[in-house]
């Protein structure tokens, strides 16, 4: 056993912070500074440099224990896009600024990725961001199906800073602070009638060079490593057998035999194997996540949770009948989460019409697997070597 033995660091962190009397915020800020946030980030970054598989046995320790988690959903996008990539594009000085109270819950992120003219067409983004002599860059442009952006502290952007050449060129990735002047966040409502989403109104925003991640002009290749990151994020979550929202159909069906029919059986069988199979691609992805750096397989367990999500809750509005077309409340809403279990199977039903876009659209990622992961080739592209400057638009 060394010092910085998880094991021992688990049980050394609760005899020093016992869950039930210590504050919430005081025991994650020590899980953090103890090396057990992740077990496999750097020493002084929240970890231990420890292989990533002993994450599990922490966790699993901590929740046996009552230790408070820091509530992943909440900030899912701050721990899941933007952490990994401050850890491989960051400065130290930006890692030991930002990764702490992302990781803690204490400051949430959101992606200022889409925008209305570039949303499955992402490297077309006409977001411009200018580097004045004080070296601080001034950007403007509008984003869209931004997640988070009302509650978010920091966001991870991509702007245009050299319109002279090549749309995938030309883009420098930089943290923008939501608080500054010239950001303005507008509710996004929805067909479930909730605002989940915003539009981001970016006007003069202010970020200065010390805030860029990567080198000016390489923000693609640095938003590729966000967008792997999210891919398997949504589509390689870790849920039980029979998890998730075909457990909540395979309960229904179980509950109401006035409900079946020998066709609806047949369908549920099939829709039980392909969560299973979905289940289990979700495990491949998480294990070659722990491997190394997530490849672009992940576009695959995306696309396949959103084919899924749209088909099981199709099949429970129809396997409810008249009560499956019913709606709980159309009040706007300014929701943190997407809260599946707690409404009702109309919610679902629309709320799931989202998940082929939101992450990359399906579309998107179709050509994603034919040419990155099967070698297939590629779709003519007409304006790969043109500047973006003269593209038509």
């Known amino acids: ?71 992943p959903r909440r900030i899912g996008i701050g721990l899941g896009m933007a952490a990994p990539t401050i850890l491989r594009y960051g400065t130290a000085e930006q890692q030991r600024r930002w990764l702490r109270p992302l990781w803690t819950g204490e400051e949430v992120w959101c992606q200022l990725f889409s925008e209305p003219g570039a949303g499955s067409d992402l490297a077309a983004l006409a977001t411009r961001a200018v580097l004045d002599a004080d070296g601080v860059w001034t950007v403007d442009g509008q984003k869209v199906w931004t997640s988070s952006a009302h509650t978010a502290r920091w966001a991870i952007l991509i702007a245009r800073t050299d319109p002279t050449v090549p749309k995938h060129q030309g883009i420098t990735y930089f943290v923008c602070d939501m ?29 200065p060079d010390t805030d860029r991640l990567g080198a000016v002009g390489e923000g693609w290749r640095v938003a590729q490593t966000t967008l792997n990151n999210e891919r398997v994020a949504i589509g390689g979550q870790a ?82 009948g008249e009560e499956g077309l019913g709606y709980d409340d159309w009040t706007l809403r300014r929701p943190e989460l997407v809260d599946f279990n ?23 990622l179709r050509n994603i697997i034919a040419e990155r992961v099967l070698g297939l080739p590629p779709e ?3 304006d790969k070597d043109v500047p973006w400057k003269e593209l038509s638009r």
């Not at 707690?342 to 399906?362: C, D, M, P, V, W």
Request: glycine share 12%; hydrophobic share 40%.
């Open 342 to 364: 707690g409404r009702e199977a109309g919610y679902r039903y629309l709320r799931a019409k989202g998940n082929s876009i939101e992450g990359g659209t399906s579309e998107i």
């Open 239 to 320: 849920v039980p057998r029979e998890g998730g929202l075909i457990g909540m159909v395979a309960e229904t069906w179980r509950t109401r035999p006035e409900l079946r029919t020998p066709e609806l059986h047949q369908r549920l069988l099939q829709h039980w194997v392909d969560a299973e199979v979905l289940r289990l691609t979700g495990e491949r992805l998480r294990q070659q996540l722990a491997a190394g750096q997530p490849g672009p397989e992940g576009a695959g367990g995306k696309l396949g949770f959103a084919r899924l999500a749209q088909q099981l809750t199709g099949f429970e509005v129809e396997l409810l």
């Open 1 to 71: 056993m060394t010092d910085l033995d998880p094991t021992a660091r688990t049980r050394e962190l609760l005899a020093a912070f016992p869950p039930s009397e210590v504050d919430r915020l005081d025991f994650l800020r020590a899980r953090f500074d103890a090396g057990l946030a992740w077990v496999h980030f750097p020493v002084g970054l929240g970890g231990l440099g420890a292989p990533r598989a002993l994450q599990a046995v922490v966790t699993a320790e901590l929740a046996a224990a009552g230790a408070p988690d820091n509530d």
């Open 179 to 207: 608080t500054d002047p010239g950001v303005e966040v507008r509710p996004l409502r929805q067909i479930t009638g909730e605002a989940e989403f915003n539009e981001v109104f970016l006007t003069g925003v202010r970020i």
């Open 380 to 382: 003519p592209r007409t």
